[in-house]
């Protein structure tokens, strides 16, 4: 009779096959793989789940970041899998975001403060806040004290959080659930347009006009920042952003709903906002907006192959 190999030590072959695989100390990010290595790493790590991608009662996520998704995800023929799966690689990704920008912006308040207490900034700080300023596209003609003053103050409007439900949602939309070209050629999640370049991916359906290709990111988590900051730039946004500050201000949780119907602008469907409020409700993915990261999901111990497997792949 013989003997079946222990789950683990299947799971632990699986992932020395990987191409890629690194921990850092904010986590393990995966390169390349299918959805079957992806679901075992899932459940090795207990990443389970309500409807299987809601962490709750407990509302944390483990730090496992994938750069892409899985190269037969439209393959996937079980709609209710396909997107539980789509949430739950995206969902990290999003929280780590966040944590990013929030870092961002304590550096700015910390600015800000050293600002109002002392009138000036140091040569550095003044580089920093221009540096910042063309980054979230912030623009002026005043110059000396007034000029920081606006750009500190319209920095602090601009540099927060935005919702994952809200990133997780629009992805969808996008995406059509991660199984579009964009998505799985070139890890767009949000379909960012590019004119006049021949750089990107060609849309299949345009016969007409070869001005514009769709952008090519290196990772999911690059498109997702892309997003992000679209949203904490752009004019046409700033409704949203003024609504986050109030509810922020208030010390309440901020959730994709309250934001949905400022959000008409990311697609020239009329139709848009309700379609994403109603999506976002479905699923439910208000509670990823309340969750966190937790590092201690993956702190089991490991075993003495994979550890070393993990040290030669380190990023």
């Known amino acids: 009779m013989k003997k079946k190999l222990p789950y683990g030590l299947i799971f632990i072959f699986c992932l020395l096959c990987l191409p890629g695989l690194a921990q850092t100390s904010g986590g393990l990010w995966f390169k390349k ?13 207990g990443y389970e789940g309500e409807k299987g991608y809601l962490m709750i009662p407990g509302y944390a996520y483990p730090p496992l970041f994938f750069k892409t998704l899985p190269a037969d995800f439209n393959k996937l023929k079980d709609e209710d899998s396909r997107h539980a799966l789509f949430i739950k690689i995206l969902a990290p990704l999003a929280l780590r975001l966040n944590g990013e920008i ?18 000036t900034l140091s040569a550095d700080r003044e580089k920093f806040v221009e540096e910042k300023a063309a980054k979230y596209d912030i623009f002026t003609r005043l110059k000396g004290h007034p000029r ?3 750009l500190l ?42 004119w006049h370049t021949q750089k990107g991916l060609k849309p299949q359906d345009e016969k007409e006009d070869d001005s514009y290709r769709i952008k090519i990111y290196p990772d999911l988590y690059a498109s997702m920042s892309d997003f992000a900051l679209k949203l ?11 609504l986050r500050r109030e509810v922020l201000s208030r010390g309440s949780t901020l959730q994709g709903t309250m934001l949905a119907h400022t959000l ?27 969750s966190s990261l937790n590092s201690k999901m993956i702190d089991k ?4 192959g994979l550890a070393i497997f993990l040290e030669k792949s380190r990023l």
């Open 301 to 304: 111990e490991l075993p003495s």
């Open 153 to 194: 103050k319209e920095l602090l409007e601009r540099v927060d959080i935005i919702p994952p439900s809200v990133m997780i949602t629009a992805a969808a939309l996008e995406t059509n659930w991660g199984t579009s070209r964009p998505a799985l050629e070139g890890n767009a999640l949000y379909k960012k347009l590019e």
């Open 102 to 119: 929030l870092d961002e912006r304590r550096r700015i308040e910390t600015v800000y403060k050293s600002f109002l207490a002392e009138g």
């Open 33 to 45: 793989t299918d959805t079957a290595t992806i679901q075992d790493i899932f459940r090795f790590y």
């Open 148 to 150: 920081y003053k606006l």
């Open 232 to 242: 904490n730039s752009q004019p046409a946004f700033k409704t949203m952003r003024r």
């Open 264 to 290: 008409i602008w990311n697609s020239p469907l009329q139709n848009y906002a309700g379609i994403f409020e109603y999506t976002l409700a479905y699923y439910e993915l208000n509670i990823i907006d309340k």
